[in-house]
């Protein structure tokens, strides 16, 4: 799987941004796609994840950090290969490096969708920026 992410931009605080993560091969629908930050001397951040319907999972299941929940929404399109970030409400402190990425595993437990190690695929990032 190869993903490019899009959609960054400078933005006022109270904003909103979508950005897009377009993916490349075969095994895209059967994925799981996280989405991650990175702020200047920050460690990367999980910000969210949406997983796949089918095989594990009945439906579709999304989880958020607490600090995008009810802000940020995840969503996917399989037939365009693309996962979708809307973000409203920004603030400066989501200024950040927003990078996606997938795996194909299966975890039984929903945390480990929260590790950035635990993805196998990445995107380069995009750069999103809340001016107060």
């Known amino acids: 799987v190869q993903l490019q992410a899009s959609g960054g931009g400078l933005v006022q605080a109270g904003g909103s941004l979508r950005l897009s993560c377009a993916a490349s091969?075969?095994?895209?629908?059967?994925?799981?796609v996280g989405w991650f930050r990175q702020a200047p001397g920050k460690e990367r951040e999980f910000v969210g994840a949406?997983?796949?319907?089918?095989?594990?999972?009945?439906?579709?299941?999304?989880y958020y950090a607490d600090s995008v929940k009810d802000r940020f929404t995840i969503s996917r399109d399989n037939a365009k290969n693309t996962v979708y970030l809307q973000m409203n409400s920004l603030t400066p402190e989501d200024t950040a490096v927003y990078y996606c990425t997938a795996t194909n595993s299966y975890y039984s437990r929903s945390d480990y969708y929260t590790e950035w190690n635990k993805y196998e695929y990445w995107g380069q990032g995009t750069q999103v920026t809340v001016s107060s």
């Open positions: 949406i997983t796949w319907s089918g095989g594990y999972w009945s439906t579709v299941r999304t």
């Open positions: 091969g075969r095994t895209f629908s059967s994925a799981t």
